[in-house]
């Protein structure tokens, strides 16, 4: 499956985005889909996941009540909904695709398919 992400850009503290990752070669309803983020200088970190099955969802605790990962399989696209940015969101963010264990969802070994990455950068 192919990835490809988007929606990313500058805005202001406080300001929203929402990043799409859209698939082809497969489907995201087949998969539990992710989005992690890599800031400067340090590793890739779990923001959010939508399991395959139930569309249960689970974040990072710095997003939660900030942040809302949708699936929608008409579209075959997956959604990250960011409201009330902070600086610290400031990243290039990517999304994910695999089958990872219950207790591998924040574990970016555990997805086997990526997309190229869309920046993020929130001013001050």
């Known amino acids: 499956v192919q990835l490809q992400a988007s929606g990313g850009g500058l805005v202001q503290t406080g300001g929203s985005l929402r990043l799409s990752c859209a698939a082809s070669?497969?489907?995201?309803?087949?998969?539990?889909m992710g989005w992690f983020r890599q800031a400067p200088g340090k590793e890739r970190e779990f923001v959010a996941t939508?399991?395959?099955?139930?569309?249960?969802?689970y974040y990072t605790d710095s997003v939660k009540g900030r942040f809302t990962i949708s699936r929608d399989n008409r579209r075959n696209t997956v959604y990250l909904q960011m409201n009330s940015l902070k600086p610290e969101d400031t990243a290039v963010y990517y999304c994910?695709?695999?089958?990872?264990?219950?207790?591998?969802?924040?574990?970016?070994?555990?997805?086997?398919?990526w997309g190229q990455g869309t920046q993020v950068t929130v001013s001050s």
């Open positions: 939508i399991r395959v099955s139930g569309g249960y969802t």
């Open positions: 994910a695709a695999g089958r990872p264990i219950l207790s591998s969802l924040r574990d970016k070994n555990a997805y086997n398919y």
């Open positions: 070669g497969g489907t995201v309803s087949s998969y539990t």
